[in-house]
Antibody, heavy 119, light 107 residues
Framework: EVQLVESGGGLIQPGGSLRLSCEVS????????MSWVRQAPGRGLEWVSI???????DYAASVRGRFIISRDTSKKTLYLQMNSLRVEDSAVYFC?????????????WGLGTLVSVSS | DIQLTQSPSFLSASVGDRVTITCRAS??????LAWYQQKPGKAPKLLIF???TLQSGIPSRFSGSGSGTEFTLTISSLQPEDLATYYC?????????FGPGTKVDLK
Protein backbone atom coordinates (compact mmCIF):
# COMPACT_ATOMS: atom_id res chain seq x y z
CA GLU A 1 0.00 0.00 0.00
CA VAL A 2 1.29 3.42 -0.98
CA GLN A 3 1.57 5.85 1.94
CA LEU A 4 3.07 9.31 2.32
CA VAL A 5 3.43 11.03 5.69
CA GLU A 6 4.54 14.66 5.98
CA SER A 7 6.12 16.23 9.03
CA GLY A 8 8.08 19.30 10.04
CA GLY A 9 5.44 21.99 9.85
CA GLY A 10 4.93 24.58 12.56
CA LEU A 11 4.90 28.25 13.47
CA ILE A 12 7.85 30.26 12.21
CA GLN A 13 8.66 33.95 12.02
CA PRO A 14 9.03 35.74 8.70
CA GLY A 15 12.54 35.33 7.35
CA GLY A 16 13.00 32.01 9.10
CA SER A 17 13.68 28.54 7.74
CA LEU A 18 11.90 25.23 8.03
CA ARG A 19 12.49 21.77 6.58
CA LEU A 20 9.55 19.57 5.71
CA SER A 21 9.88 15.81 5.39
CA CYS A 22 7.72 13.28 3.59
CA GLU A 23 8.31 9.63 4.42
CA VAL A 24 7.00 7.23 1.82
CA SER A 25 6.22 3.53 1.82
CA UNK A 26 4.88 1.15 -0.78
CA UNK A 27 7.10 2.42 -3.59
CA UNK A 28 10.68 3.50 -4.24
CA UNK A 29 10.99 7.28 -3.99
CA UNK A 30 13.88 7.45 -6.47
CA UNK A 31 11.92 5.74 -9.24
CA UNK A 32 9.15 8.32 -9.36
CA UNK A 33 8.90 12.05 -9.61
CA MET A 34 7.70 13.64 -6.39
CA SER A 35 6.09 17.03 -5.84
CA TRP A 36 5.12 19.42 -3.10
CA VAL A 37 1.76 21.18 -3.41
CA ARG A 38 0.48 23.75 -0.95
CA GLN A 39 -2.90 25.14 0.01
CA ALA A 40 -3.30 28.39 1.90
CA PRO A 41 -6.20 28.47 4.39
CA GLY A 42 -9.50 28.61 2.49
CA ARG A 43 -7.70 28.79 -0.87
CA GLY A 44 -6.99 26.54 -3.80
CA LEU A 45 -4.09 24.27 -4.66
CA GLU A 46 -0.70 25.60 -5.74
CA TRP A 47 2.02 23.39 -7.15
CA VAL A 48 5.34 24.25 -5.47
CA SER A 49 8.16 22.01 -6.62
CA ILE A 50 9.05 18.73 -8.32
CA UNK A 51 12.01 16.38 -8.21
CA UNK A 52 12.12 13.96 -11.10
CA UNK A 53 13.17 10.34 -10.87
CA UNK A 54 16.47 11.32 -12.46
CA UNK A 55 17.03 14.01 -9.83
CA UNK A 56 16.36 17.19 -11.79
CA UNK A 57 14.22 19.77 -10.03
CA ASP A 58 11.87 22.64 -10.80
CA TYR A 59 10.04 25.24 -8.79
CA ALA A 60 7.10 27.59 -8.95
CA ALA A 61 8.19 31.17 -9.56
CA SER A 62 6.85 32.16 -6.13
CA VAL A 63 9.39 29.96 -4.30
CA ARG A 64 12.32 29.69 -6.74
CA GLY A 65 15.56 30.70 -5.05
CA ARG A 66 14.10 30.23 -1.55
CA PHE A 67 12.95 26.60 -1.46
CA ILE A 68 15.00 23.48 -2.20
CA ILE A 69 13.52 20.06 -2.90
CA SER A 70 15.61 16.96 -2.30
CA ARG A 71 15.30 13.30 -1.41
CA ASP A 72 17.13 10.57 0.42
CA THR A 73 16.30 7.27 -1.23
CA SER A 74 17.93 5.26 1.58
CA LYS A 75 15.59 6.91 4.06
CA LYS A 76 12.63 6.77 1.65
CA THR A 77 12.12 10.46 2.36
CA LEU A 78 11.40 13.59 0.36
CA TYR A 79 12.35 16.99 1.74
CA LEU A 80 11.48 20.63 1.20
CA GLN A 81 13.93 23.13 2.67
CA MET A 82 12.12 26.45 2.98
CA ASN A 83 14.25 29.57 3.53
CA SER A 84 13.42 33.28 3.77
CA LEU A 85 9.86 32.40 4.65
CA ARG A 86 7.13 34.95 4.05
CA VAL A 87 3.66 35.35 5.51
CA GLU A 88 2.24 34.31 2.14
CA ASP A 89 4.01 30.93 2.42
CA SER A 90 1.57 29.96 5.18
CA ALA A 91 -0.29 26.89 3.99
CA VAL A 92 -0.82 23.18 4.36
CA TYR A 93 1.98 21.51 2.43
CA PHE A 94 1.22 18.18 0.75
CA CYS A 95 3.73 15.81 -0.76
CA UNK A 96 2.56 13.67 -3.65
CA UNK A 97 3.79 11.04 -6.04
CA UNK A 98 3.90 12.88 -9.31
CA UNK A 99 3.04 11.21 -12.60
CA UNK A 100 2.67 14.51 -14.48
CA UNK A 101 5.81 13.73 -16.54
CA UNK A 102 3.73 10.85 -17.90
CA UNK A 103 0.80 13.21 -18.42
CA UNK A 104 -1.23 11.70 -15.63
CA UNK A 105 -1.14 13.81 -12.47
CA UNK A 106 -0.52 13.34 -8.76
CA UNK A 107 -1.86 9.91 -7.91
CA UNK A 108 -0.98 9.54 -4.23
CA TRP A 109 -0.94 12.25 -1.57
CA GLY A 110 0.00 12.65 2.05
CA LEU A 111 -2.32 14.25 4.60
CA GLY A 112 -0.31 17.45 4.71
CA THR A 113 1.60 19.46 7.29
CA LEU A 114 0.68 23.01 8.31
CA VAL A 115 3.19 25.84 8.03
CA SER A 116 2.29 29.14 9.65
CA VAL A 117 4.53 32.14 9.05
CA SER A 118 3.75 34.94 11.45
CA SER A 119 5.45 37.38 13.79
CA ASP B 1 2.22 30.22 -18.45
CA ILE B 2 -1.00 28.34 -19.06
CA GLN B 3 -3.94 29.56 -16.97
CA LEU B 4 -6.96 27.48 -16.03
CA THR B 5 -10.43 28.75 -15.19
CA GLN B 6 -13.34 26.75 -13.82
CA SER B 7 -17.07 27.34 -13.88
CA PRO B 8 -19.10 27.55 -11.87
CA SER B 9 -17.08 28.34 -8.77
CA PHE B 10 -19.92 27.03 -6.62
CA LEU B 11 -22.91 24.86 -7.34
CA SER B 12 -25.74 23.51 -5.27
CA ALA B 13 -27.44 20.30 -6.37
CA SER B 14 -29.68 17.54 -5.08
CA VAL B 15 -28.87 13.88 -4.63
CA GLY B 16 -29.39 12.15 -7.97
CA ASP B 17 -28.78 15.27 -10.05
CA ARG B 18 -26.43 15.31 -13.02
CA VAL B 19 -23.62 17.76 -12.32
CA THR B 20 -21.24 19.27 -14.87
CA ILE B 21 -18.13 21.33 -14.16
CA THR B 22 -16.16 23.10 -16.88
CA CYS B 23 -12.44 23.80 -17.00
CA ARG B 24 -10.94 26.06 -19.65
CA ALA B 25 -7.26 26.43 -20.50
CA SER B 26 -5.68 29.60 -21.86
CA UNK B 27 -3.98 27.60 -24.61
CA UNK B 28 -4.23 24.19 -26.23
CA UNK B 29 -3.19 21.43 -23.81
CA UNK B 30 -4.49 18.51 -25.91
CA UNK B 31 -5.81 16.02 -23.33
CA UNK B 32 -3.19 16.74 -20.67
CA LEU B 33 -5.75 17.46 -17.99
CA ALA B 34 -6.45 15.83 -14.62
CA TRP B 35 -9.36 16.23 -12.22
CA TYR B 36 -9.17 15.98 -8.44
CA GLN B 37 -11.72 15.78 -5.64
CA GLN B 38 -10.93 17.32 -2.27
CA LYS B 39 -13.13 16.89 0.78
CA PRO B 40 -12.78 19.30 3.73
CA GLY B 41 -9.67 18.64 5.78
CA LYS B 42 -8.49 15.92 3.40
CA ALA B 43 -5.88 15.57 0.70
CA PRO B 44 -6.96 15.81 -2.93
CA LYS B 45 -7.76 12.56 -4.74
CA LEU B 46 -7.03 11.96 -8.42
CA LEU B 47 -10.28 11.18 -10.23
CA ILE B 48 -9.49 11.43 -13.93
CA PHE B 49 -6.37 11.81 -16.05
CA UNK B 50 -5.81 12.24 -19.74
CA UNK B 51 -9.02 14.29 -19.69
CA UNK B 52 -11.23 11.18 -19.77
CA THR B 53 -9.51 8.17 -18.16
CA LEU B 54 -10.98 7.15 -14.84
CA GLN B 55 -8.41 6.51 -12.12
CA SER B 56 -8.58 3.04 -10.58
CA GLY B 57 -11.17 2.74 -7.83
CA ILE B 58 -13.18 5.82 -8.82
CA PRO B 59 -16.92 5.20 -9.27
CA SER B 60 -18.20 5.12 -12.84
CA ARG B 61 -20.66 7.98 -12.18
CA PHE B 62 -17.64 10.25 -12.67
CA SER B 63 -16.61 10.96 -16.25
CA GLY B 64 -14.45 13.47 -18.08
CA SER B 65 -14.37 14.78 -21.60
CA GLY B 66 -12.81 17.45 -23.76
CA SER B 67 -9.58 18.34 -25.48
CA GLY B 68 -7.68 21.44 -26.49
CA THR B 69 -8.94 24.25 -24.27
CA GLU B 70 -12.32 23.10 -22.94
CA PHE B 71 -12.95 20.19 -20.60
CA THR B 72 -15.81 18.91 -18.49
CA LEU B 73 -16.17 16.75 -15.41
CA THR B 74 -19.58 15.12 -15.05
CA ILE B 75 -21.12 13.35 -12.11
CA SER B 76 -24.04 11.41 -13.59
CA SER B 77 -25.98 11.01 -10.35
CA LEU B 78 -24.76 13.07 -7.41
CA GLN B 79 -24.29 11.16 -4.17
CA PRO B 80 -23.93 12.62 -0.66
CA GLU B 81 -20.28 11.51 -0.52
CA ASP B 82 -19.54 13.59 -3.63
CA LEU B 83 -19.83 16.85 -1.71
CA ALA B 84 -16.39 18.33 -2.17
CA THR B 85 -14.34 20.84 -4.10
CA TYR B 86 -13.19 19.75 -7.54
CA TYR B 87 -10.00 21.00 -9.21
CA CYS B 88 -8.63 20.59 -12.69
CA UNK B 89 -4.87 20.61 -13.38
CA UNK B 90 -2.95 20.83 -16.61
CA UNK B 91 -0.20 18.21 -16.71
CA UNK B 92 1.56 19.12 -19.94
CA UNK B 93 4.31 21.34 -18.61
CA UNK B 94 5.56 23.49 -15.75
CA UNK B 95 4.30 25.03 -13.59
CA UNK B 96 1.39 22.52 -13.62
CA UNK B 97 -1.30 25.00 -12.57
CA PHE B 98 -4.52 24.00 -10.90
CA GLY B 99 -7.86 25.58 -11.63
CA PRO B 100 -9.41 27.69 -8.87
CA GLY B 101 -11.85 24.95 -7.88
CA THR B 102 -15.59 24.28 -7.93
CA LYS B 103 -17.33 23.64 -4.65
CA VAL B 104 -20.25 21.23 -4.87
CA ASP B 105 -22.82 21.45 -2.09
CA LEU B 106 -26.19 19.88 -1.38
CA LYS B 107 -29.33 21.85 -2.15
Amino acid sequence: EVQLVESGGGLIQPGGSLRLSCEVSGFTVGRFSMSWVRQAPGRGLEWVSIIHGGGSTDYAASVRGRFIISRDTSKKTLYLQMNSLRVEDSAVYFCARDLTPAGIGLDSWGLGTLVSVSS
Amino acid sequence: DIQLTQSPSFLSASVGDRVTITCRASQDISTYLAWYQQKPGKAPKLLIFGASTLQSGIPSRFSGSGSGTEFTLTISSLQPEDLATYYCQQVNGYPFPFGPGTKVDLK
